[in-house]
């Protein structure tokens, strides 16, 4: 089935801390989501791949996606390789998304630096006729990059105010991963990231973006390319009025 906006991750919950409350939203709106994780998170601390697997389909049902997939990549390992272009490319051809959201190029984790750079030359190659997959050539719109570990000027902010509950729902989904109530007892050795100051640093962030477009919360994004305005009288309403500097 044809999507309207496909995610990918380099682990699951990737997606879901940076810019859960869109595809949330997006959800929300009539359009058709999913997320695909390129690695099926087997280094992790925490969690086996098996576990990260319930709670990662635990999570799509929450963000209402329409399809949601791990591929094989090894996690930790992940290369700018031919071979593994060619299974994302392939996925983009077989789900058609209008947008493809990746992570940010400039990572702490270096699965996620290669997973931004996979993902942006695999959606561009998808649209190339003669690289051969089995499935038709398509291109998507436009690929958007969500924001990880490290801050970027943002090119837009989305208005996440009215699902940043379910965001976090959707995140406390993976139970092996962050702090929480009916923690697995293998998993009592703490991370950087199930401490309980994660999930609220998490929150801080929705918070401090929201506050840039004058909302209760907001999810930041970076496009390479210049952004197309034909009306800038109509496009910058009063609402711009809160977020002059
Ligand atoms: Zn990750």
């Known amino acids: 089935m044809r999507l309207d ?7 699951a919950d ?4 940076a810019c ?22 087997e280094m992790g601390s925490r969690g ?7 709670e990662f389909s635990k ?15 090894p996690d930790g390992r992940i290369e700018v390789t031919w071979e593994n272009k060619l299974k994302i490319i392939d996925e983009i051809r077989v789900h058609q998304p209008r947008i493809i959201l990746a992570p940010y190029w400039v990572e702490r984790h270096p699965d996620h630096e290669q997973a931004s750079r996979l993902v942006r030359e695999s959606a561009y190659l998808a649209g190339l006729k003669k690289v051969d997959t089995g499935h038709h050539a398509f291109r998507p719109h436009k690929v958007i990059f969500y924001q990880g570990r490290f801050d970027f000027q943002p ?5 996440i105010s009215d699902v940043q509950a379910q965001k976090m729902k959707a995140i406390r989904a993976y ?17 950087s990231i199930s401490r309980p100051e994660f999930l609220a640093s998490i929150e801080t962030r929705d918070k401090r973006y929201g506050v840039a477009i004058g909302v209760k919360y907001g999810e930041p ?17 009063p609402e711009y009025l809160w977020t002059i500097p």
């Open 155 to 159: 090119s837009f902010i989305v208005n």
């Open 59 to 73: 999570s799509a049902e929450i963000m209402g996606l329409i399809t949601h997939q791990m591929l094989d990549l």
């Open 175 to 191: 139970r092996s991963q962050f702090h929480g109530r009916n923690r697995a007892p293998s998993d009592s050795e703490e991370t």
């Open 14 to 17: 990737d997606v879901e801390l």
């Open 221 to 237: 994004f970076l496009v390479r390319e210049a952004l197309k305005v034909d009306d800038p009288v109509a496009f910058f309403g």
């Open 20 to 41: 859960g409350g869109t595809i949330i939203k997006l959800a929300g709106l009539g359009y058709k989501t999913g997320v695909i994780t390129l690695t099926q998170g």
């Open 48 to 54: 086996s791949a098996e576990v990260r697997a319930r």
């Open 5 to 11: 906006a496909l995610a990918f991750g380099a682990h």
